[in-house]
């Protein structure tokens, strides 16, 4: 059976999608509410991601569940990161500030850690190059 594909203006990606066949949906289905779920703790805890894990909520959900991605990319909190960044690849401004703030205090969590200096530097390596990819998006 042809799987079924919907124009690209329904789902706001750039190019036209299929759903996963029959059997992996499920899967993709608890995987889109686990991330939904960890969205929603992003939005209590102050260093804990939201917008990450409502992009890959809603991956999962246009794959599996039209219904539930249409849900999700019109909920009042996590809607306008999810169409920013799949109309535009932007993320919020609000979110960057999240980021600006979150990279250096992970950094110095690893520093108090005492984490050996070649770990800081691959983290601080890694962090910086996060950070400034984070920062060259629109907004």
Do not use: C
């Given at each position: 059976?042809?799987?079924?594909?919907?124009?690209?203006?329904?789902?706001?990606?750039?190019?036209?999608?299929a759903?996963?066949?029959?059997?992996?949906r499920?899967?993709?289905?608890?995987?889109?509410?686990v991330?939904?779920?960890?969205?929603?703790?992003g939005?209590?805890?102050?260093?804990?991601?939201?917008?990450?894990?409502?992009?890959l909520?809603?991956?999962a959900?246009?794959?599996?569940?039209?219904?539930?991605?249409?849900?999700?990319?019109?909920?009042?909190?996590?809607?306008?990161?999810?169409?920013?960044?799949?109309?535009?690849?932007?993320?919020?401004?609000?979110?960057?500030?999240?980021?600006?703030?979150?990279?250096?205090?992970?950094?110095?969590?690893?520093?108090?850690g005492?984490?050996?200096?070649?770990?800081?530097?691959?983290?601080?390596?890694?962090?910086?190059?996060?950070?400034?990819?984070?920062?060259?998006?629109?907004?």
């Amino acid at each position: 059976m042809k799987p079924v594909s919907f124009p690209s203006d329904l789902n706001g990606y750039a190019e036209p999608f299929a759903l996963a066949p029959t059997a992996g949906r499920p899967g993709l289905r608890l995987l889109g509410a686990v991330a939904t779920a960890a969205a929603a703790i992003g939005v209590v805890l102050p260093l804990w991601p939201t917008t990450p894990f409502a992009l890959l909520a809603a991956w999962a959900f246009a794959r599996s569940s039209p219904r539930l991605e249409a849900w999700l990319r019109s909920h009042p909190r996590f809607g306008p990161a999810i169409r920013a960044w799949t109309e535009r690849r932007a993320i919020p401004r609000k979110a960057k500030l999240v980021a600006a703030g979150s990279l250096p205090a992970s950094w110095a969590g690893l520093w108090l850690g005492d984490v050996p200096i070649v770990g800081l530097a691959a983290a601080g390596a890694v962090l910086l190059a996060v950070g400034a990819w984070i920062l060259s998006r629109p907004h």
